[in-house]
């Protein structure tokens, strides 16, 4: 077929060689040679009517018309009498597309990069397409520093008119950096001035941070950074006069050459301001850090600019600009610094909008808003706005952008995008975690409740220590001012013994009502009243401890007890957060005349900054007292405090911190008024001190880190008791000498499967009583 047309093509061309010497009226049209392209496509293109007269430059510049369109290889056209004849051999189509050997840049990405410059399934092939797209491929591998990259492409012919293309990749090597040698500098050592660097040469880590490996986009920064460096130590005239890469024959090794001019180190001589300021001049300087006499620092003076302008973006003035420009004295080696403020017009908020709630309703995002709308803008409010979003934990993330309004100067539109992510589950759950085994059950747990916002409970779960039943409601906004109510009913059957605590169990039942008020912004205070119903089973070879507090106490009791809590909370995010601290402090008692009579007091803190590149450091305590009072002998055991595994000391078996029990045979004729020692029970104490610092680090080769937490922790605590019995095991007082240490890496990840979490630690200083456990892990399935 293509041979016939490749005749047919050449027929015509002999004759239409003379054909055009003169004038000649179209009677009628005809196209030869279409395989996959419409007349309708080649007349729409054709400046050539039936009735037209023509000549020869009027044929050419038909002929270039038709080869614009793309679609043709050749295009001849010929006279027959009155009849233009025109031949189209047209462009084979593009079938398929086969990439083979690329694994640093994505298929996906590849095939989007053809298709936006015409080159894709289905579409006409064009040659000159793929030698653009191969060149510039090869350019991308070497700007990676894939030197020894190289890209074949082959175009197989098809039946039909049709090509096949094949791009095959040998990516090859990233180039290591051997060398990075600095020229011109007597101020610092070059020891000094790489530390800073993001490339470095080959280091004992960097078969994980690959910071050996050269890319010419990181060395631009690298080369940022460097004048950031010098612009921070006062030379102001520093600049990079020339920078040389030199590639090792075999292309895998790089050595870098920068050459520096350093200059003379300026003071400030003098702040001036300039524009129109819109707010007291003292408090815009109040504002700026650089000061007169000292050593010009170009982050201090851009902090400047950018505190200036969240000042005035405060005010309404959301596109004010503030720049500051510094002016050199080379005599007395000094430079006068000009704030430049152009504040615009005072921007008014029209509309506040969300995107990408497809599961929370926008009522809900809409009680958190500060800002409010048709007010005047103000940054402070839109960004705790922003933070208010993030602490829900309803979203993996949130961004906020202010948009102009089209034909106005005086408007914007607030527009907070999220992400977001699951906030509970509904169904059924079945999870295993060490300490508790298998878990199942059937229930709903939603923090989001059908996107309300509401937290609503439902649950029948069983496990090997535990089967329980539970309803539980909570409205974050009970009134409009963020007043919070909620409730409770449960019903618990427990059996300590199986999570590595002492012989006992529990069957109670009960209800609770909440209330919580906001303070300011970051603070909370609650209140809380319950009753719970407890009956306590013993077993024969029960405790001294349990057999002397039902001896003394009972076996069943009704306690009501009342709560009050604060909390103030500055984390960045209500999930995973990086930045910002917490604070809670509880007080919890059985009021008097109830069936038990005790207190707990606890407090836990956090407090995370950032740190370095990704870094950041988290610092965590968590205390606790418990004492009983009036008719009650001793602190109720099983409402006492216990340590070790998650969320509190890594490393050591749950809730195996601390004193244990005194094991003794129980019955009516032996009240245990003496006991043995023989392998005791972790049994609890009235006191609780646990601490923890983390650094928390982003997990290489990982591109989405927002549902992933790893961290590098200490962990120090022990449960003490105050009144330890005579007998009794590993029970000390509260005493720093017997904190108990470990160390060690974590992770958790929100899964599609629930939270996945799991640590491997060292203890450092386990006793004869402890119980370790280097690897432990927690895993829920939740649907």
């Excluded at 051997?178 to 000094?192: A, D, L, Q």
């Excluded at 982050?299 to 000042?311: K, Q």
Aim: net charge negative; proline share 3%.
């Amino acid at each position: 077929m293509k041979q016939f047309f490749n005749v047919l093509l050449l027929s015509l061309s002999l004759f239409a060689s003379s054909v055009f010497a003169e004038v000649f009226q179209v009677d009628d049209i005809r196209i030869e040679g279409l395989q996959r392209v419409s007349a309708g496509t080649v007349f729409a293109a054709l400046p050539i009517s039936a009735g037209d007269l023509v000549d020869e430059p009027a044929i050419r510049s038909a002929t270039r018309s038709l080869f614009r369109t793309g679609y043709f290889s050749n295009v001849i056209m010929a006279r027959e009498n009155g009849v233009l004849v025109i031949g189209l051999a047209e462009r084979p189509a593009v079938t398929e597309i086969n990439l083979d050997g690329n694994k640093a840049i994505e298929t996906e990405q590849l095939l989007d990069a053809l298709r936006d410059n015409g080159l894709a399934e289905g579409q006409i092939f064009r040659q000159v397409i793929l030698e653009g797209m191969t060149q510039e491929l090869q350019r991308q591998y070497v700007s990676q520093g894939r030197y020894g990259a190289l890209v074949e492409t082959e175009v197989k012919q098809l039946p039909r008119n049709r090509v096949a293309v094949n791009i095959n990749i040998d990516e090859g090597d990233v180039a290591k950096i051997r060398h990075i040698n600095i020229v011109g500098n007597s101020e610092f050592t070059e020891e000094e001035l790489l530390e800073s660097f993001e490339q470095q040469t080959t280091g004992w880590l960097s078969w994980i941070t690959s910071d050996d490996k050269y890319a010419r986009e990181k060395l631009s920064g690298d080369l940022e950074t460097l004048e950031s460096w010098y612009l921070d130590r006062g030379y102001l005239q520093f600049k990079v006069a020339s920078t040389q890469v030199s590639i090792s024959p075999e292309k895998e090794s790089v050595y870098i050459t920068i050459n520096v001019d350093e200059g003379d180190v300026y003071t400030i001589g003098e702040v001036d301001l300039a524009g129109e300021l819109m707010i007291p001049e003292l408090q815009v300087r109040a504002m700026i850090i650089l000061k007169e006499g000292m050593t010009f620092s170009q982050t201090l003076m851009t902090t400047s600019s950018e505190y200036i302008t969240r000042r005035l973006g405060n005010e309404g003035y959301t596109f004010a600009e503030v720049e500051g420009f510094p002016e050199v004295n080379e005599e007395d080696k000094t430079a006068k610094i000009t704030y430049l403020v152009k504040p615009g017009m005072r921007a008014y908020v029209r509309r506040v909008e969300f995107r990408g709630n497809t599961k929370t309703a926008d009522s809900v995002l809409r009680r958190e808003m500060r800002q409010m709308e048709a007010g005047s803008a103000n940054n402070a409010l839109i960004e705790m706005s922003k933070v208010r979003l993030e602490r829900l934990g309803f979203f993996k993330e949130v961004n906020v952008e202010n948009v102009p309004v089209a034909g106005t100067n005086d408007q914007i539109d607030v527009v907070y995008s999220v992400e977001e992510q699951p906030s509970g589950s509904i169904g059924a759950s079945v999870g295993y975690a060490q300490g508790t085994g298998l878990i199942l059950g059937a229930n709903l747990s939603e923090n989001n409740f059908l996107g309300t916002g509401k937290q609503v409970g439902i649950g029948l779960n069983r496990s090997t220590y535990q089967t329980s039943i539970n309803f539980s409601y909570s409205e974050p906004y009970f009134t409009v001012d963020g007043v919070s109510a909620g409730y409770s009913l449960f019903a618990r059957e427990t059996d300590y013994d199986e999570i590595n605590v002492a012989s006992f169990s529990t069957n109670t039942y009960g209800a609770a009502v909440n209330w919580s008020y906001p303070i300011t912004e970051v603070q909370r205070i609650g209140f809380g009243l319950g009753y719970e119903n407890l009956d306590l089973q013993t077993g024969i070879f029960a405790s001294k401890e349990i057999a002397d507090f039902v001896r003394d106490n009972g076996s069943e009791f009704d306690i009501v007890n009342a709560n009050i809590n604060w909390v103030q909370s500055t984390l960045n995010r209500g999930v995973f957060a990086t930045r910002g601290s917490q604070q809670r402090f509880g007080f919890d008692m059985a009021l008097p005349g109830s069936g038990l009579e005790y207190y707990k007091v606890t407090y836990s803190a956090q407090h995370l900054r950032g740190l370095y590149r990704g870094l950041s450091l988290k610092l965590r305590a968590d205390l606790g007292y418990g004492e009983s009072y009036g008719d009650t002998t001793q602190m109720p055991f099983f409402k006492n405090f216990y340590g070790g595994g998650f969320g509190s000391v890594r490393g050591f078996e749950r809730n195996t911190l601390g004193p244990r029990d005194t094991p003794c045979n129980y019955n009516e004729d032996n009240p245990c008024t003496t006991g043995y020692l023989d392998d005791p029970d972790p049994i609890g104490g009235n006191v609780q001190v646990e601490l923890g610092a983390e650094i928390i680090f982003p997990l290489p080769f990982l591109k989405d880190q927002r549902s992933v937490q790893s961290t590098l922790f200490f962990d120090a605590g022990n449960i003490f008791n105050t009144k330890c019995g005579e007998l009794q095991s590993n029970c000390f007082k509260p005493d720093a000498g017997e904190l108990r240490y470990s160390v060690g890496i974590g992770a958790t990840w929100l899964s599609g499967f629930g939270p996945i979490t799991f640590s491997l630690a060292k203890p450092l200083n386990s006793n004869d009583f402890d119980e370790t456990e280097v690897f432990q892990f927690s895993l829920g399935n939740q649907f």
